[in-house]
């Protein structure tokens, strides 16, 4: 099961899907289930059915809207074989919307023109998508006091929200499927305290599910090594001069600084400060891809530190009929949920939910990655070629940081070429592991690896889930 703040989980015969057999868990809220919505055939439930409300410290945990929990989600999944959980946070400001970036966007078996998607993950696994922190997309707190501080506050929201689903015996996940947490984005600091979080619950004998995973796509796990990457990297590629390579390593040493001090509210203005730089040096450089100018990518949202932030949704447009994935949102997906409260938009808590974490925004957790591993857990970590706010360089950086004991074999072993399908004449990027830790490195993709790159993307998701090939 992959974690993405929404249910999205279908029928293999009528889907293809970007993720695994999955529980697209996007730890920014509350859960959307949308679990037949387009052409899909047949009567499924459209998240229109209640169950009881589930209070937990300060949030509410549910399914459609932030007043409910749907104790019996009616998931279908595709293969039958497991479930696995997916976090998400794409946009950097902590508040985009898995349920709709990560599903129509990425990976659902919808696309943002509410169209079948060939590379939708459901040919791996079963999705859940889920809004978290409570905030995110249809999520919502009627008091901003409740929107949650830190990343161990979202991940006891989920782990709260994944007890109500794993634990209901009338419900047909269980223990047989491992769940496996996949994150993109700032998601990847929640799905390492989700995987935390969730493995002593089940060690508590409070969460009945066995961790297969956490996986970890351009993931901010150490600021401070990406803004340090970012100077250097856009030099190299003739993106900057000297002059703005001199800044950008000025302000990057004052981040850093910041970051060992603790003052990580300063380091999050800092950041805004070096993005606003590195914007100016480059001619407004594409932070999710750094071959492109920012504007001129249609998979994504904009980058620009003061445009990103605005009381608006981010936006997604669609390059076939230029559909906007906000319009989409509280258009016909609101429609089809019937549960969302007439004064609730998608993405309306958006700025709300960053400024709460803007003292969390810049905390590293290499340290949390080193206590999944030394617990056992299997870790992957992937991150696209031309990716610039987290840079290849700068996972790199932070993978070399860790205290694990099997780091410095794994650094020693050679890294084996992947493809796409049975055509061997194209390197689409590489791969290396060693015990339970692995690392893809995927060519010609920048943020957003499964849009840029889905014929590889859904086999490396085959590999970590162990899904056989269909």
């Given at each position: 099961?992959?974690?993405n703040?929404?249910?999205?989980?279908?029928?293999?015969?009528?889907v293809?899907?970007?993720?695994?057999?999955?529980?697209?868990?996007c730890?920014?809220?509350?859960?959307t289930?949308?679990?037949?919505?387009g052409?899909?055939?047949g009567?499924?439930?459209?998240?229109?059915?209640?169950?009881?409300?589930?209070?937990?410290?300060?949030?509410?945990i549910?399914?459609?809207?932030?007043?409910?929990?749907?104790?019996?989600?009616?998931?279908?999944?595709?293969?039958?074989?497991?479930?696995?959980?997916?976090?998400?946070?794409?946009?950097?400001?902590?508040?985009a919307?898995?349920?709709?970036?990560?599903?129509?966007?990425?990976?659902?078996?919808l696309?943002?023109?509410?169209?079948s998607?060939?590379?939708?993950?459901?040919?791996?696994?079963?999705?859940?998508?889920?809004?978290?922190?409570?905030?995110?997309?249809?999520?919502?707190?009627?008091?901003?006091?409740?929107?949650?501080?830190?990343?161990?506050?979202?991940a006891?929201?989920?782990?709260?929200?994944?007890?109500?689903?794993?634990?209901?015996?009338?419900?047909?996940?269980?223990?047989?499927?491992?769940?496996?947490?996949?994150?993109?984005?700032?998601?990847?600091?929640?799905?390492?305290?989700v995987?935390?979080?969730a493995?002593?619950a089940?060690?508590?004998?409070?969460?009945?599910?066995?961790?297969?995973?956490?996986?970890?796509?351009?993931?901010?796990?150490?600021?401070?090594?990406?803004?340090?990457?970012?100077?250097?990297?856009?030099?190299?590629?003739?993106?900057i001069?000297?002059?703005?390579?001199?800044?950008?390593?000025?302000?990057a040493?004052?981040?850093?600084?910041?970051?060992?001090?603790?003052?990580?509210?300063?380091?999050?203005?800092?950041?805004?400060?070096?993005?606003?730089?590195?914007?100016?040096?480059?001619?407004?450089?594409?932070?999710?891809?750094?071959?492109?100018d920012?504007?001129?990518?249609?998979?994504?949202?904009?980058?620009?530190?003061?445009?990103?932030?605005?009381?608006?949704p981010y936006?997604?447009?669609?390059?076939?009929?230029?559909?906007?994935?906000?319009?989409?949102?509280?258009?016909?997906?609101?429609?089809?949920?019937?549960?969302?409260?007439t004064?609730?938009?998608?993405g309306?808590?958006?700025?709300?939910?960053?400024?709460?974490?803007?003292g969390?925004?810049?905390?590293?957790?290499?340290?949390?990655?080193?206590?999944?591993?030394?617990?056992?857990?299997?870790?992957?970590?992937?991150?696209?070629?031309?990716?610039?706010?987290?840079?290849?360089?700068?996972?790199?950086?932070w993978?070399?940081?860790?205290?694990?004991?099997?780091?410095?074999?794994?650094?020693?072993?050679?890294?084996?070429?992947?493809?796409?399908?049975?055509?061997?004449?194209?390197?689409?990027?590489?791969?290396?592991?060693?015990?339970?830790?692995?690392?893809?490195?995927i060519?010609?993709?920048?943020?957003?690896?499964p849009?840029?790159q889905?014929?590889?993307?859904?086999?490396?998701?085959?590999?970590?889930?162990?899904t056989?090939?269909?």
């Open positions: 099961m992959v974690l703040m929404g249910i999205s989980v279908l029928n293999k015969k009528t293809p899907m970007q993720y695994l057999c999955v529980l697209f868990l730890v920014l809220g509350c859960i289930s949308v679990t037949s919505i052409n899909s055939s009567g499924t439930t459209d998240g229109s059915e209640h169950g009881d409300m589930l209070k937990f410290g300060h949030v509410h549910c399914f459609g809207g932030c007043t409910r929990v749907l104790i019996n989600p009616n998931i279908q999944p595709n293969r039958g074989l497991r479930f696995y959980g997916f976090k998400e946070g794409h946009d950097m400001s902590v508040g919307s898995g349920v709709g970036f990560g599903n129509f966007g990425e990976i659902g078996r696309d943002i023109d509410l169209k998607r060939n590379s939708t993950w459901l040919q791996k696994a079963d999705l859940l998508f889920v809004d978290s922190p409570v905030g995110t997309g249809f999520s919502y707190v009627e008091d901003e006091s409740l929107f949650v501080k830190t990343d161990v506050e979202a006891t929201d989920v782990t709260t929200l994944l007890k109500a689903v794993y634990n209901n015996n009338e419900n047909e996940i269980t223990v047989r499927r491992p769940l496996y947490i996949f994150a993109e984005s700032y998601g990847g600091k929640f799905a390492v305290t995987g935390l979080a493995l002593q089940i060690e508590k004998g409070e969460l009945k599910v066995q961790l297969g995973g956490v996986a970890l796509g351009d993931s901010w796990i150490s600021p401070e090594d990406f803004v340090l990457s970012w100077g250097p990297l856009l030099k190299d590629v003739s993106r001069d000297d002059v703005g390579l001199n800044q950008s390593n000025s302000l040493l004052k981040i850093q600084q910041q970051i060992t001090d603790g003052q990580y509210t300063d380091a999050t203005g800092s950041w805004f400060d070096l993005e606003q730089t590195i914007s100016d040096s480059s001619n407004d450089v594409d932070f999710y891809n750094f071959m492109l920012d504007g001129n990518d249609p998979t994504s949202p904009t980058t620009k530190a003061s445009t990103r932030f605005e009381k608006k936006t997604m447009v669609s390059q076939t009929n230029l559909n906007d994935l906000g319009s989409i949102m509280n258009g016909p997906i609101r429609q089809k949920l019937k549960i969302i409260p004064d609730v938009q998608w309306g808590q958006k700025v709300g939910v960053f400024s709460a974490m803007e969390e925004f810049m905390r590293p957790r290499i340290a949390e990655v080193d206590e999944l591993l030394s617990k056992g857990v299997n870790v992957t970590v992937y991150n696209g070629q031309i990716d610039l706010i987290c840079a290849t360089t700068g996972t790199e950086a993978v070399k940081k860790l205290k694990w004991d099997g780091l410095s074999t794994y650094l020693n072993l050679r890294r084996t070429p992947l493809y796409c399908g049975e055509d061997k004449s194209t390197t689409k990027g590489f791969f290396k592991s060693y015990q339970n830790f692995a690392f893809y490195w060519l010609g993709a920048g943020h957003f690896v849009v840029d889905p014929c590889v993307s859904l086999e490396m998701v085959g590999s970590v889930v162990n056989p090939d269909v």
